[in-house]
């Protein structure tokens, strides 16, 4: 008999193992003896599956197939058509070419039509449409969410380059455009004073002499 060790029973859980360790009744009290065990885990347990209905309340008939599918489909009987006498629900499946595989999917289905008629929202098939149909929900809802990103940034981008062009720096200032007579008035500005300094001294220096 193995007793589960004392500290923790599961040391750990990931990817739906669980690793138990249990102490081997010996006279070693430290040997343990460890074990996995694998589980499914599901977000959302489905219903079970629905059981096939009593072959006396069944009609079967075998018909020839058609569409593609070769002379296996076309000429022999391996379609099958199954009837419901309580409900009078009649499916036919003509999935493959064997028969026998053809005679237990048209039961499957019409388990499933049974249960969805008794159960209504409740049945197999509306919960996993509804569980299908959620899950595109969200696949689209992120597909849109991961395009508005991109055309975000794309947005943001082209407003840079406008106003890399615009001429605007960093501050949101505008660079003013200088043309060649604006420089050249620039210089006639700045160098006048220095030639009016220039003219004082020579006036001086003649004054000067004049006077010695």
Partial sequence: MLRPFASSRAL???AGTIRNDYVLPSANPGLRHSFSTSVTLQKKQL???PKHPPESEI????????????QKINKTNSAVQIKHLPTGIVVKSQAT???TQNRKIARDLLA???????????SRAAVVSEVKKKRAASRAKKSRRKYRKLAESQDDEGSIAEEAE????????????IS???VEEVKAETEEPQFLDRAKVQSTESSITKNK
């Fill in 166 to 177: 615009g001429g605007e720096d960093v501050e949101g200032g505008e660079w003013e455009e």
């Fill in 112 to 122: 499933l039509k049974l249960d969805e008629l008794a159960n209504g929202p409740q």
């Fill in 97 to 99: 070419r064997s028969r």
């Fill in 59 to 70: 009609e079967e008939s075998f018909l020839k197939g058609s569409g593609p599918g070769g």
């Fill in 12 to 14: 750990f859980r990931s």
């Fill in 47 to 49: 219903p079970p599956r």
């Fill in 180 to 182: 060649a007579d604006s």
